[in-house]
T-cell receptor
């Protein structure tokens, strides 16, 4: 089954404790991205990757890191989480950057206290 | 001005009615347009792409007005299961980013 898998689904952590949210897709997609979704603001792109070893900042990259060492995986790293990073996070992948359907993971609800 | 704007709603509509909502975008160079559906606390899923000539998929019709820079979604004979948030998405510019609207919440009532 074609899918994007994110883990964990829910996470409560404390300020400053490094965490990683994993994302994996099994569709051999080139393009992957991370979004955060906050009430009234819609989906905002954090980082995206056009292919292996090619990543770039989205609209809200501060406080986040990513890597793309393999085509299928695109982890999101919060080196020192802060309460303003409390949000719902989605990983998405698509075959190419343009004109193609984006498939989303089920989301990670992160709370930083 | 936001790059992609939607009326947040909620639109409260009786079952069987027709409902329409619009989405405006600011980048005239935008090339691709989509409607996604998002159920509460779940991931967005593609509802339909929007083509220049307009397109229909069952009870759903999407249209693009490039001159006025908006896209629309029309739902006919609405069902209870249509209750969701509808996200407008525009792709354009040199970095291929998808720009998402904040969504329009639709509630279909029996």
């Amino acid at each position: 089954e074609a899918q994007v898998t994110q883990n964990p689904r829910y996470l409560i952590t404390v300020t400053g404790k490094k965490l990683t949210v994993t994302c994996s897709q099994n569709m051999n997609h080139e393009y992957m991205s991370w979004y955060r979704q906050d009430p009234g603001l819609g989906l905002r792109q954090i980082y995206y990757s056009m292919n292996v070893e090619v990543t770039d900042k989205g609209d809200v990259p501060e406080g986040y890191k990513v890597s793309r060492k393999e085509k299928r995986n695109f982890p999101l790293i919060l080196e020192s989480p802060s309460p303003n990073q409390t949000s719902l996070y989605f990983c998405a992948s698509s075959a190419t950057a343009m004109n193609t359907e984006a498939f989303f993971g089920q989301g990670t609800r992160l709370t930083v206290v | 001005r936001k790059e992609v704007e939607q009326d947040p709603g909620p639109f409260n509509v009786p079952e069987g009615a027709t409902v329409a909502f619009n989405c405006t975008y600011s980048n005239s160079a935008s090339q691709s347009f989509f409607w996604y559906r998002q159920d509460c606390r779940k991931e967005p899923k593609l509802l339909m792409s929007v083509y220049s000539s307009g397109n229909e998929d069952g009870r759903f019709t999407a249209q693009l007005n490039r001159a006025s820079q908006y896209i629309s979604l029309l739902i006919r004979d609405s069902k209870l299961s249509d209750s969701a948030t509808y996200l407008c998405v525009v792709n354009g510019g040199s970095n291929y980013q998808l720009i998402w609207g904040a969504g329009t919440k639709l509630i279909i009532k029996p």
